[in-house]
C-alpha cells in the first residue's frame, strides 16, 4: 500500500502540503489507476498492478491531521502490515527539489506521520519525504504548507515527483533498501 498525504478538497489541490496526493495522482495516471471513494472510511483508494505487483493507493480525506484514522483502517481491511506500507509527504526540513525515502523515526512536527503513528502503534514504515522547504520569510508554518506553489515551483515540482515516482517504482521492484540506495540524494539542483 502507497498513502499519499494531503487535505481533500480544491482549494488544496496546489498546496505544498498536498505533495503527498500529487505523487499518487501521477503514478495512478502513469498506470492507468482510478481513484474511487471508499465507503466504510473517509478515504480515496485505487488499486491496481504495478510492475507485476498488486498495489493499493490510499489518499486518506480525513484532512493532514487525521491521516492515520483512514491508514489504520485500510491497513486492517486489506491485511497488510506497516513495513509494507509507504507513506508519501511534504517534509519542510528539505529544500523544494528534494526527495529521501526512509524507514522508521519520529513524526518530525509532521502532523499526519504523528496521527499515523499513533494509530497504528508503530513508526516502523518506510517513508518518501519530498521537500517543500521553509518560508523565505517570516510567515507562520501553517499558512506555508497550505499555500500554493508559485510558478517557478511547480516546474521544480513536477522534475522532482517525476524522479520520485522512478523511486517509487524501485521501491515496489526492489524493496526499500534498494530505493534508497539507488535514489536518496538524488533531486533538482537549483
Do not use: W
Not at 524507514?103 to 499513533?118: D, F, V
Amino acid at each position: 500500500m502507497l498513502a499519499g498525504l494531503g487535505n481533500p478538497g480544491s482549494q488544496y489541490a496546489m498546496t505544498r502540503h498536498n505533495v503527498g496526493f500529487m505523487a499518487l495522482d501521477a503514478l495512478a495516471s502513469n498506470y492507468g489507476i482510478a481513484f474511487k471513494r471508499f465507503k466504510q472510511t473517509t478515504c480515496e483508494i485505487g488499486s491496481g498492478i504495478i510492475e507485476q505487483r498488486p498495489i493499493v493507493l490510499l489518499k486518506p480525506l480525513t484532512y493532514m491531521n487525521k491521516s492515520g484514522d483512514a491508514v489504520a483502517k485500510m491497513l486492517v481491511y486489506y491485511n497488510i502490515e506497516p513495513p509494507a506500507m509507504m507513506v508519501i509527504h511534504d517534509d519542510i526540513d528539505m529544500p523544494l527539489g528534494t526527495f529521501k525515502f526512509s524507514r522508521g523515526g519520529g513524526a518530525g512536527g509532521h502532523n499526519g506521520i504523528r496521527s499515523i503513528i499513533e494509530s497504528i502503534g508503530t513508526n516502523q514504515f518506510p517513508r518518501l519525504k519530498i521537500g517543500i522547504g521553509r518560508p523565505k520569510d517570516r510567515a507562520p508554518i501553517d499558512h506555508y504548507v497550505l499555500s500554493p506553489f508559485g510558478g517557478d515551483e511547480i516546474k521544480i515540482l513536477q522534475d522532482v515527483l517525476t524522479m520520485a515516482l522512478e523511486g517509487i517504482i524501485c521501491f515496489i521492484k526492489e524493496g526499500l533498501e534498494k530505493a534508497m540506495n539507488g535514489y536518496n540524494g538524488r533531486g533538482i539542483k537549483l
